[in-house]
């Protein structure tokens, strides 16, 4: 299991997000929490070329789509915010 810590953009982005939208979000960010970088396709995948871990979380609600960029915390000095 790791620690999923966010971005003051994510935090935002996730508080404006309709209540209907909500519930896909925490479960895919669950998913990410219990397999880490393992968590593989259609949930995640690498993005290449990156000269990190940087990885595509797929958010799927309703007939909405939404890609969550997510890195390890160390690879990057922006404020970040703890999931739980």
Same mark, same amino acid.
């Given at each position: 299991?790791?620690?999923?810590?966010?971005?003051?953009?994510?935090?935002?982005?996730?508080?404006?997000?309709? @209540? =209907? &939208?909500?519930?896909? =979000?925490? =479960?895919? =960010? !669950?998913?990410?929490?219990?397999?880490?970088?393992?968590?593989? &396709?259609?949930?995640? *995948?690498?993005?290449?070329?990156?000269?990190?871990?940087?990885? @595509?979380?797929?958010?799927?609600? *309703? !007939?909405?789509?939404?890609?969550?960029?997510?890195?390890?915390?160390?690879?990057?000095? *922006?404020? &970040? &915010?703890?999931?739980?």
């Amino acid at each position: 299991m790791i620690e999923v810590i966010t971005t003051d953009e994510f935090a935002s982005w996730f508080g404006e997000l309709d @209540e =209907v &939208h909500v519930d896909p =979000v925490i =479960v895919a =960010v !669950s998913k990410l929490e219990q397999a880490g970088v393992a968590l593989g &396709h259609p949930a995640s *995948s690498a993005i290449n070329g990156a000269s990190f871990a940087l990885r @595509e979380l797929r958010i799927k609600s *309703s !007939s909405r789509a939404a890609s969550v960029l997510c890195v390890r915390p160390e690879a990057t000095s *922006s404020d &970040h &915010h703890r999931w739980r």
